[in-house]
């Protein structure tokens, strides 16, 4: 069982900033990859990154690619989602989740936060 809690949400200005962390419990972290998932009002849950176990591999989805960035701390158990640049389409719940491999489909996570919303103002 892994316990995934997202925080870092909140509501800033169009060009703004935030940074979410995801806090994960378990003593295998780092076998683990870890997604970032958005979902705004009306709409389907969309991949946004995702990165694997050891930090080396990162994905991106083109709505953020060169905005956003995803990192790791093993030792901290937890995954980070830069956000630089935001824009108002970017608000949305975030969810974090684990799964086996990285993926772009939130079907291969089968542990999910319980989200942090982010909302840009324009």
């Known amino acids: 069982q892994v316990q995934l809690v997202e925080s870092g949400g909140g509501l800033v200005h169009a060009g703004g900033s935030l940074r979410l962390s995801c806090a994960a419990s378990?003593?295998?972290?780092?076998?683990?990859?870890m997604g970032w998932f958005r979902q705004a009002p009306g709409k389907e849950r969309e991949f946004v990154s995702a990165i694997n176990g050891q930090g080396r591999t990162t994905y991106y989805a083109d709505s953020v690619k060169g905005r956003f960035t995803i990192s790791r701390d093993n030792a901290k158990n937890t995954v980070y989602l830069q956000m630089n640049s935001l824009k108002p389409d970017d608000t949305a719940v975030y969810y974090c989740?684990?799964?086996?491999?990285?993926?772009?489909?939130?079907?291969?996570?089968?542990?999910w936060g319980q989200g942090t919303q982010v909302t840009v103002s324009s």
């Open positions: 378990g003593r295998t972290f780092s076998s683990y990859a």
């Open positions: 989740g684990s799964g086996p491999w990285t993926s772009y489909s939130a079907t291969h996570y089968n542990y």
